[in-house]
């Protein structure tokens, strides 16, 4: 019995590392960080050895019933790590917007957590958010969303019934949330654009592509500065959907 037991929990703590692993590896903002694998591996092996206790005890006999509950374990683990790829992709976009907007296009920074080139208000946004999430004790919530899923989803019984609908509206929901952001620089720099138009109509010899991006360069930076507190709610807001996503597909 005692090894029946041991070979139960052995399992629970395997299956739950594919439920909890990518959450570590893919999701922001643990991907944002350059933490040695070595580490996360020890972190997600210790968290589902502590989670494993409270997972009920099973045991599989069949290599194929094994071989769907660590599938169905894995997809599971995706779908937690893709609420937060969305949620931070949306500010990453709002970011984008902004760039291309304001003139800062052509000004690519290197992220560092992806080390790849990104969009420079982008990567400052997403990493603000990431802030917020540690700031607001956003990774004690997510320890809580994976202890309770553990109750509503046993290991092994994937049992995600929402319809596409439910992914549709995140989807539009969290871009929405995300353009919020930097809505009040992004109505500010239309406003300058419209204003340079009539300006270049009425002067001609203008040249209003210099004019239009040093204004736009200033006004960008004043704006941001102004409306830098929209951000926190908006962060928030986004981390809570994501915290929220995969319960409401059950």
Same mark, same amino acid.
């Given at each position: 019995?005692?090894?029946? #037991?041991?070979?139960?929990?052995?399992?629970?703590?395997?299956?739950?590392?594919?439920?909890?692993?990518?959450?570590?590896?893919?999701?922001?903002?643990?991907?944002?960080?350059?933490?040695?694998? $070595?580490? $996360?591996?020890?972190?997600?092996?210790?968290?589902?050895?502590?989670?494993?206790?409270?997972?009920?005890?099973?045991?599989?006999?069949?290599?194929?019933?094994?071989?769907?509950?660590?599938?169905?374990?894995?997809?599971?683990?995706?779908?937690?790590?893709?609420?937060?790829?969305?949620?931070?992709?949306?500010?990453?976009?709002?970011?984008?917007?902004?760039?291309?907007?304001?003139?800062?296009?052509?000004?690519?920074?290197?992220?560092?957590?992806? $080390?790849?080139?990104?969009?420079?208000?982008?990567?400052?946004?997403?990493?603000?958010?990431?802030?917020?999430?540690?700031?607001?004790? %956003?990774?004690?919530?997510?320890?809580? *969303?994976?202890?309770? !899923?553990?109750?509503?989803?046993?290991? %092994?019984?994937?049992? *995600?019934?929402?319809?596409?609908?439910?992914?549709?509206?995140?989807?539009?929901?969290?871009?929405?949330?995300?353009?919020?952001?930097?809505?009040?620089?992004?109505?500010?720099?239309? !406003?300058?654009? @419209?204003?340079?138009?009539?300006?270049? $109509?009425?002067?001609?010899?203008?040249?209003?592509?210099?004019?239009?991006?040093? @204004?736009?360069?200033? #006004?960008?930076?004043?704006?941001?500065?102004?409306?830098?507190?929209?951000?926190?709610?908006?962060?928030?807001?986004?981390?809570?959907?994501?915290?929220?996503?995969?319960?409401?597909?059950?």
């Amino acid at each position: 019995m005692a090894l029946q #037991a041991s070979t139960s929990w052995t399992l629970n703590v395997l299956l739950l590392s594919l439920r909890i692993g990518p959450v570590f590896v893919l999701a922001p903002p643990f991907a944002q960080t350059q933490v040695p694998a $070595r580490v $996360r591996l020890c972190l997600v092996l210790a968290l589902c050895a502590c989670l494993a206790n409270n997972a009920p005890a099973t045991m599989y006999t069949d290599g194929a019933v094994l071989l769907i509950a660590a599938a169905a374990e894995l997809m599971l683990g995706l779908a937690i790590a893709f609420s937060f790829q969305v949620a931070f992709a949306a500010l990453t976009f709002a970011g984008r917007v902004l760039d291309v907007q304001a003139g800062y296009g052509l000004a690519m920074v290197i992220d560092p957590g992806s $080390r790849e080139q990104a969009p420079m208000f982008g990567t400052i946004l997403t990493l603000v958010a990431g802030l917020l999430f540690f700031a607001s004790n %956003g990774h004690l919530e997510l320890l809580r *969303l994976l202890s309770a !899923l553990i109750v509503a989803i046993p290991v %092994g019984e994937l049992r *995600l019934t929402g319809d596409p609908q439910t992914l549709i509206g995140y989807f539009g929901m969290t871009l929405g949330i995300g353009l919020s952001a930097v809505s009040a620089v992004v109505i500010t720099l239309f !406003l300058i654009d @419209i204003s340079i138009a009539f300006l270049s $109509r009425a002067l001609p010899q203008m040249n209003a592509l210099m004019l239009g991006l040093q @204004i736009k360069t200033i #006004a960008t930076l004043l704006m941001m500065t102004i409306s830098a507190g929209l951000l926190i709610p908006v962060a928030l807001r986004l981390l809570t959907h994501a915290l929220s996503f995969v319960p409401s597909m059950e």
